[in-house]
Nanobody, 122 residues
Framework: EVQMLEIGGGLVQAGGSLRLSCTAS?????MAWFRQTQGKEREGVAV??????HYADSVKGRFTISLDDAKRTLYLEMNDLKPEDTGTYYC????????????????????WGKGTQVTVSS
């Protein structure tokens, strides 16, 4: 089983930036970030494969996902943060190419981290 460990959450003012990272114990086909904000179901944020990354519309232009293959570490650079970005952020890994390439959030995620809290104050 792939173990995932996220770090980097915290409290930031609106307009600020944070960087999340997630290290996987084994290499997988793709990795992704999800989040669960208050009152909402978990939603996909960004996924990275060997193709251009795919982002949720709500974060396009503000968030950047990247992957250091050698370190098996996934990053999420979050800029221009808004209060509505507040939530628990989870990294996920998937071993199935079809799921990874689908850009269909419900199909992505064989393994999950425990999450890290991001709070954006207004």
């Amino acid at each position: 089983e792939v173990q995932m460990l996220e770090i980097g959450g915290g409290l930031v003012q609106a307009g600020g930036s944070l960087r999340l990272s997630c290290t996987a114990s084994y290499k997988t086909f793709c990795m992704a970030w999800f989040r669960q904000t208050q009152g909402k179901e978990r939603e996909g944020v960004a996924v990275i494969t060997d193709r251009p990354p795919h982002y949720a519309d709500s974060v396009k232009g503000r968030f950047t996902i990247s992957l250091d293959d050698a370190k098996r570490t996934l990053y999420l650079e979050m800029n221009d943060l808004k209060p509505e970005d507040t939530g628990t952020y989870y990294c996920a890994a998937d071993v199935h190419p079809a799921d990874c390439y689908s850009n269909s959030w419900p199909h992505i995620g064989d393994y999950w981290g425990k999450g890290t809290q991001v709070t954006v104050s207004s």
